[in-house]
C-alpha cells in the first residue's frame, strides 16, 4: 500500500507508506496552496513536491498530513486537528513517537503552537519559506489592496471573527518570534522573487532565538531539498 486516505472531523487526511519503513515520521503541514480530498493532494499533484515526498519515502520515513481545513491561518481548530492527527497516527503505525515537522508557508503557524502542545514529541522542526508572523505578513500585503482584502476574508472565516476586531487583534500582536523549543529548528528559504530578500532581513528582525541560522538556496538548487530535508532529519535520530 502506497498511501491510505482517511477524514477525520470532515477533513481529509493522508499517510505515505515506504518500502522499507526506519520507524520514524515525518508531519507534512502544507502552505496556503496545500489541499488534500479523497483521491488526491497537492503534495503527489506538484512535481517538485512529490521529488520530495518519493526521495523521503526512499529514505524509510513514514509520512503524514491533513487537510486542516483548507486556508487555516494557524487557527486553533487546525492546531487541535493537527494534534489529533499526531494521536492517530502514532495509535496506529507502527513509529517512534517522536516525530519530524516539515512546515511550509503559512503552515508554520500551526507548526509553532503544535510545538506548544506536543512538548517531548517532536524530533526536529523544519520550517521552508515560513510565515513566522501574522502580523508581519498583513503588513506585507497592505501594499496589495485585492490580495489584503483576500486575505483578511480568509483570516475572518478561518478564526470566526469579525475582520475588524481581528485586525485590532493581529496588529497588537508581540514583534518577536520565539522559537526557543526544546527540540532543533532550522528555516530554509528559497531565493524566489523579490520577496526573498525582505524575508531575511525580516528573519533578523523578528526571530529571538540566536540557535537559529536561516539557509537560504537558490531557485535551481532545489532539486536539492530533498536532500537537504533528509540530512537535517538523519542527524537527530541518534537518540530514540
Keep these: 500500500m502506497e498511501n491510505r486516505h482517511f477524514q477525520m472531523d470532515t477533513q481529509w487526511n493522508i499517510i505515505h507508506y515506504p518500502e522499507k519503513p526506519t520507524g520514524f515520521g515525518i508531519l507534512i503541514i502544507g502552505d496556503e496552496r496545500h489541499?488534500?480530498?479523497?483521491?488526491?493532494c497537492f503534495w503527489t499533484q506538484n512535481?517538485?513536491?512529490?521529488?520530495?515526498?518519493?526521495?523521503?519515502?526512499?529514505?524509510?520515513?513514514?509520512?503524514?498530513?491533513?487537510?486542516?481545513?483548507?486556508?487555516?491561518?494557524?487557527?486553533?481548530?487546525?492546531?487541535?486537528?493537527?494534534?489529533?492527527?499526531?494521536?492517530?497516527?502514532?495509535?496506529?503505525?507502527?513509529?517512534?513517537?517522536?516525530i519530524h515537522v516539515l512546515a511550509?508557508?503559512?503552515?508554520?503557524?500551526?507548526?509553532?503552537?503544535?510545538?506548544?502542545?506536543?512538548?517531548?514529541?517532536?524530533r526536529s522542526v523544519i520550517l521552508l519559506n515560513?510565515?513566522?508572523?501574522?502580523?508581519?505578513?498583513?503588513?506585507?500585503?497592505?501594499e496589495h489592496k485585492f490580495f489584503y482584502k483576500k486575505l483578511m476574508r480568509e483570516l475572518s472565516s478561518a478564526y470566526q471573527?469579525?475582520?475588524?476586531?481581528?485586525?485590532n487583534e493581529i496588529f497588537n500582536m508581540d514583534d518577536i518570534v520565539n522559537l526557543d523549543f526544546d527540540c532543533p529548528i532550522t528555516i530554509i528559504q528559497v531565493l524566489?522573487?523579490?520577496r526573498s530578500y525582505t524575508q531575511s532581513k525580516l528573519y533578523q528582525r523578528i526571530i529571538q532565538s540566536p540557535k537559529i541560522n536561516p539557509t537560504f538556496i537558490?531557485?535551481?538548487k532545489k532539486p536539492q531539498l530533498g536532500k537537504i530535508i533528509i540530512k537535517f532529519f538523519n542527524g537527530h535520530e541518534t537518540v530514540l
Excluded at 71 to 93: D, F, K, P, T
Excluded at 130 to 142: A, D, F, R, V
Excluded at 161 to 167: D, G, H, I, K, V
Aim: net charge negative; with cysteine; glycine share 10%.
Design 192 to 194: 524566489a522573487g523579490g
Design 47 to 98: 512535481e517538485g513536491k512529490l521529488a520530495i515526498i518519493n526521495e523521503l519515502k526512499d529514505a524509510g520515513y513514514t509520512i503524514f498530513s491533513s487537510n486542516l481545513y483548507g486556508r487555516n491561518w494557524g487557527s486553533e481548530n487546525a492546531v487541535e486537528l493537527a494534534q489529533r492527527l499526531y494521536q492517530h497516527v502514532i495509535r496506529s503505525e507502527i513509529l517512534n513517537n517522536k
Design 130 to 142: 515560513p510565515i513566522l508572523s501574522l502580523k508581519h505578513h498583513l503588513e506585507q500585503e497592505k
Design 104 to 122: 511550509e508557508g503559512m503552515g508554520t503557524l500551526v507548526a509553532l503552537k503544535l510545538l506548544e502542545k506536543l512538548q517531548g514529541c517532536i
Design 161 to 167: 471573527m469579525s475582520q475588524s476586531s481581528l485586525e
Design 218 to 220: 537558490l531557485p535551481e
Design 35 to 40: 489541499f488534500i480530498d479523497e483521491g488526491k
